[in-house]
């Protein structure tokens, strides 16, 4: 057994039994990959995985077990490594924060200008995805701390904390009808087309849940995965906009109203995610706090019980 073949178990896995994607992805051939898998479950005496000729189709029972252990086995040598780093360089390296639009453009700007200040030797990376996206870097260690509002609550292998809570706000162009009302009525807005997050962006299952809840069936004319592209839009008269409060600036989005309107919404909350059993350098660790100050590095590692 060696690390190879269970880094391509694991990304079998991942590249849901494609074994094409797999020699991509891990820079070998496909007869390799076939190879390795062979020989690993010949020393095991077990199949780990459901055949229909020789396409791979599931995990046996047998392999259902096992690719947690590899998993864990890869997460391990992966902490040894950034413990060595940690001990050797600990104000260097390289930090990946996946996170969505509305995060990087209107929660993060202050918190990495104090971070580069700390730690000008930290090359910080930040990667714009979708909920889905950062979900499955942070599970395959592509990056080191994930912020969204969405499905990082949904996921066992990550622990979650509250970074911050918000509310939705319905926009319309300067001298809109709707603009003038002092406290927004839902009916009212459902009478109007209207611009908002795709779905699964931005607590958009809390827009929709309103207009449930009301009786109403909104006319969403467009959907966006940001609030500059949603403003822009309002600001044609495409429709009125339901947005993140946070994102509207009446200095910068002039010629835009923004309507007494947040009691129509549910509040939502963005999270912080981790990967449980990944190591985190102590850098990380500060990123962390400078989000949220009650997160301490001593908070996260005794109250939400990751092992490192």
């Known amino acids: 057994m060696n690390f190879q073949q269970l880094r391509i178990i694991r990304e079998t896995v991942r590249r849901k039994f494609n074994l094409t994607e797999v020699a991509a992805a891990l820079g070998t051939s496909q007869s390799g990959v076939s190879k390795h898998i062979k020989d690993l479950e010949d020393e095991l005496g077990v199949s780990l995985f459901v055949r229909r000729g020789k396409r791979l189709l599931d995990l046996t029972e047998p392999g259902q077990q096992i690719v947690g252990i590899v998993e864990r086995i ?9 413990i060595a780093d940690q001990l050797s360089k600990a104000d260097d ?8 639009h509305m995060q990087a453009r209107y929660a993060l700007p202050p918190v990495i200008a104090t971070f580069r200040k700390a730690f000008p030797n930290v090359r910080l990376v930040l990667h714009q995805s979708s909920p889905s996206e950062i979900v499955s870097m942070l599970l395959e260690g592509r990056a080191d701390i994930g912020i969204a509002t969405e499905a990082v609550t949904r996921t066992a292998e990550l622990v979650a904390f509250p970074y911050y809570s918000w509310r939705h706000a319905v926009i319309a162009p300067e001298g809109h009808p709707l603009a003038g009302q002092k406290r927004l009525d839902i009916h009212a807005l459902a009478q109007y087309p209207i611009v908002t997050y795709h779905p699964g962006f931005t607590g958009r299952p809390t827009i929709d849940r309103a207009f449930e809840a009301a009786g109403e069936k909104p006319d969403i004319v467009m959907e966006a995965i940001d ?10 008269g495409l429709g009125v906009g339901i947005v993140a409060a ?3 600036d009446p200095a910068r989005d002039r010629g835009l109203a923004r309507i007494d309107s ?3 919404f549910e509040e939502s909350t963005s999270h912080i995610a981790l990967r449980r059993g990944r190591f985190l350098r102590v850098f990380a660790y500060r990123f962390i706090e400078a989000c949220q100050p009650g997160l301490t590095e001593a908070v996260v590692r005794k109250q939400f019980l990751i092992e490192e």
């Open 74 to 82: 890869l997460t391990d040598a992966g902490n040894i490594k950034r």
């Open 93 to 100: 390296g390289e930090l990946t924060i996946a996170t969505t």
């Open 227 to 236: 609030a500059d592209v949603i403003k822009a839009y309002v600001e044609l």
């Open 246 to 248: 946070q994102s509207f």
């Open 262 to 264: 947040e009691h129509l």
